[in-house]
């Protein structure tokens, strides 16, 4: 079982959610998450290792906060139109 799979704890709906997201990333703008999408993708970071480095951590956790920002200004159906994409 690999790191995603492990975070997902065996559910393949998770894992495939967590792949796309990490496809996502590797097309975002910018470029340190690009670059860990990518040493994710090719094997040579797990993400639990890119999540505790001040790197790319730092620059997750930036990401996330816009997001939550984002989603906590949403309505009660964009919110559940977002979910229903995963």
Known sequence: MDDLD???????????ALRDALEQIGRSNNPLLREMAAAIQDGHLTLRQAANTSTYGDEMTQSFRTFWKAYQGMTTQERDDLASRF
């Open 6 to 16: 492990d975070i997902a704890d065996g559910d393949p709906r998770r894992a495939s």
